[in-house]
């Protein structure tokens, strides 16, 4: 963050006792004064006259989401659940049964189970409707009230009411609230390869990735040909995390910068600030994107893409070359503002443009991979302009397209192929890995 929230407060409360002396700020102010005084002559018009009595909070909650819709997409106020939502986002932990779960026809609906939580182990499976909480009918009722039901108090029980397709009759659970980790590090192992799939940047996703790193060893016995890591659906998270991946797999040199509203507000993160040295030991290293990679996970791309460190393979990224920095704003609330952009090492702006794989890799195990629409910063409404410019028409580009490429959904299927761009990274460093890996990872 460019500064602390406590500094931004001490700020602002030196300056509301400081005279204003300068004729420049009191034109500011009494322009702000004239505003607010518009507002507040259509606020008490609204609540005098509008069709139906309205409340005080829903009115100013209203107020403050305009304000800040007038800005970028990003910056937002949360309350209430929006806020629990936001801890968990960022913190990657909370107290539930560890369900996902969506609203069908006004009924809760079981996408999945958290692998391990509460539900998973009572039975509780995908496509299953929860239709009574506590004894209490849900059906029909808001889908946030049923999620701040469901969670609570680690420790504390609830009793659910299932309807499962094909049961009989409907299926009764009582299960005991736990603290649920959301995973945001898997590790796994694929033809002498380690695929380290990230998910989102929470609390310790940089230290998690560092044992991925040691759990492909164990698995393996020796070090792998190299590393894939799969940024692709990784919306992003926290700056600090994205830094501490980054560094995973870097010696030196600079990470991320982020500037601010000033020219002189810059901030720059460096490797080695969070461990030390290469932990990969300089195998190679593909990093995998496409339209869903955004925010933190192309600060990791665009960093180890500019140190030369990986190569990026799949399609272009989001474009979210933004920082928000979250504020409190009393006990259960908080401002999500943007207040700077990012740039990679090489001084490269994402906004708009995203990162650009080094090897363009179509997702053709998807049918409909050419037809399905992609949304990307650039097509929101109100998003911040790159402030570069620049034309990539002038760089030079590879025209010839591999032949594999012209495969269908179906053929791949034939051969077992379910993720083609995860395939081609793995037959990629399968190739590169046997050139430069050591004897002990060659085995």
Do not use: C, W
């Amino acid at each position: 963050m460019l500064r602390s929230f406590l500094q931004v407060s001490a700020a602002v409360g030196a300056l509301a006792i400081i005279p204003i002396t300068s004729g420049a700020m009191a034109g500011v102010d009494t322009s702000s004064y004239r505003e607010l005084d518009t507002f507040m002559e259509v606020y008490n018009t609204v609540k005098a006259n509008y069709v139906e009595k309205v409340d005080d909070k829903t009115l100013v909650k209203g107020a403050i989401d305009g304000m800040l819709a007038a800005l970028d997409p990003h910056s937002s106020f949360a309350d209430g659940l929006d806020y629990d939502n936001l801890k968990i986002q960022t913190e990657g932990n909370y107290g539930g049964l560890g369900l996902t779960v969506t609203q069908q026809d006004g009924a809760v609906k079981v996408i999945a189970p958290n692998d391990d939580g509460p539900a998973a182990r009572a039975g509780i499976k995908a496509g299953d409707y929860i239709t009574h909480l506590d004894g209490k009918f849900i059906v029909g009722g808001s889908l946030d009230e049923a999620i701040t039901q469901m969670r609570g108090q680690p420790g504390t029980k609830i009793s659910l009411t299932v309807v499962r397709p094909g049961a009989d009759k409907p299926l009764q659970f009582t299960l005991t609230r736990e603290v649920i980790t959301q995973k945001s590090v898997k590790a796994d192992v694929k033809d002498g390869v380690g695929i380290i799939r990230i998910s989102t940047f929470t609390a310790h996703t940089g230290g998690d990735t560092a044992l991925a790193i040691q759990e492909i060893d164990k698995k393996l016995g020796h070090k792998p040909l190299g590393y894939i890591i799969d940024l692709r659906n990784n919306g992003g998270g926290l700056l600090t995390e994205a830094i501490g991946v980054s560094d995973v797999f870097l010696n030196h040199g600079e990470i991320v910068s982020q500037r601010g509203r000033e020219k002189t507000d810059i901030e720059r993160y460096y490797a080695e600030s969070v461990f030390p040295g290469d932990l990969a030991k300089g195998l190679p290293v593909i990093v995998l994107t496409d339209a869903g990679t955004a925010s933190a996970s192309e600060i990791v791309a665009g960093a180890l893409q500019d140190h030369h460190r990986a190569l990026v393979m799949g399609v272009r990224s989001f474009g979210k070359g933004s920082v928000q920095t979250i504020l409190p704003m009393g006990p259960h609330a908080a401002l999500r503002l943007t207040t700077a952009r990012y740039y990679t090492p090489s001084g490269h702006s994402v906004q708009e443009g995203g990162i650009k794989p080094d090897i363009a890799v179509p997702q053709l195990s998807d049918p409909d991979y050419k037809s399905r629409p992609e949304l990307r910063e650039a097509d929101l409404r109100r998003h911040l302009i790159n402030m570069e410019k620049v034309d990539d028409s002038v760089l030079e580009t590879d025209s010839t397209s591999d032949p594999r490429f012209t495969a269908t959904a179906d053929e791949l299927k034939k051969k077992g192929i379910t993720d083609f761009q995860l395939t081609y990274a793995v037959q990629t460093l399968a190739r590169l890995g046997n050139k430069t890996a050591p004897a002990s990872a060659a085995k």
